[in-house]
């Protein structure tokens, strides 16, 4: 049980509701589901999504998909049309360098999702962990 609902990130969301009076967050979202997104004017989805998510840059994933495959960062109205479009034609992944902002090549989920969750993308510091050291004791955490 525990294994499905850490799969299903919609799933996680709702286990960890009931701890936030204890410090425990998760992160705003919209969960859509991917026929409506075919339908929908991508104009009007992408502003429907900043106003809710009250962001600038997204992030989206597939809502019941335990690992990295289908998970893209959406920088414009663009970024978003070509994500819809990758959905409806089925592709197997999202080609280097296909959205905005640079990014390595994004493996999809094979069926794709039925549902899709939006959330804001949070920017975070690059973290480099260093394995050597002139020090042989030491060990390395550096903030870019």
């Not at 409506?36 to 962001?55: G, P, R, V």
């Not at 794709?112 to 260093?130: C, R």
């Amino acid at each position: 049980m525990a294994s499905k609902t850490c799969m299903d990130k919609v799933a996680t969301s709702l286990a960890l509701q009931h701890l936030t009076d204890f410090g425990v967050l998760t992160i705003n979202k919209d969960v859509k589901k991917k026929e409506d997104l075919l339908k929908m004017s991508i104009s009007d989805l992408w502003l429907d999504l900043k106003s809710k998510l009250h962001c600038d840059t997204l992030c989206v994933k597939p809502a019941r998909d335990g690992c990295s495959t289908g998970v893209a960062r959406l920088c414009c109205e663009g970024d978003l049309a070509f994500y819809v479009n990758v959905l409806q034609d089925c592709l197997p992944r999202i080609p280097t360098n296909s959205l905005s902002k640079a990014h390595g090549m994004i493996e999809m989920p094979n069926p794709p999702p039925e549902l899709l969750i939006f959330e804001p993308f949070v920017e975070t510091d690059d973290i480099v962990v260093a394995s050597k050291s002139r020090n042989e004791n030491a060990h390395n955490l550096l903030w870019k």
